[in-house]
Nanobody, 122 residues
Framework: VQLVESGGGLVHSGGSLRLSCTTS????????MGWYRQAPGKERELVAS???????NYADSVKGRFAISRDIALKTVYLQMNSLKPEDTAVYYC?????????????????WGQGTQVTVSS
């Protein structure tokens, strides 16, 4: 499985960006798809995610400003980021989590995109 991201860049505080993540598999093959971010010197943190059933989840810090969505036909997940703040500056990573039940055990896989830089200037 490959996840290919695009859409990062430099934007002023209050601006908007949209990130895209296209999977080489079917979106429904992933139990969860979402976005993480990692700022310099900080741990990677969940930003937003969406289950295969369409349920979304957001970090408190981005609720009301960011929106995750998907285009099933294009096998793409989007992160619309509005009202960006300097503290949103980070490398954003697309993530997919697969759960594959087998007879004797259940396998879980995590896939990551290459990361895209988002920089918000004050």
């Amino acid at each position: 499985v490959q996840l290919v991201e695009s859409g990062g860049g430099l934007v002023h505080s209050g601006g908007s960006l949209r990130l895209s993540c296209t999977t080489s598999a079917s979106i429904f093959s992933h139990n969860v798809m979402g976005w993480y971010r990692q700022a310099p010197g900080k741990e990677r943190e969940l930003v937003a995610s969406m289950t295969s059933g369409g349920t979304s989840n957001y970090a408190d810090s981005v609720k009301g400003r960011f929106a995750i969505s998907r285009d099933i036909a294009l096998k793409t997940v989007y992160l619309q980021m509005n009202s960006l703040k300097p503290e949103d500056t980070a490398v954003y990573y697309c993530h997919a989590h697969d759960v594959v039940p087998q007879i004797e055990r259940t396998f879980e896989f995590d896939y990551w995109g290459q990361g895209t830089q988002v920089t918000v200037s004050s």
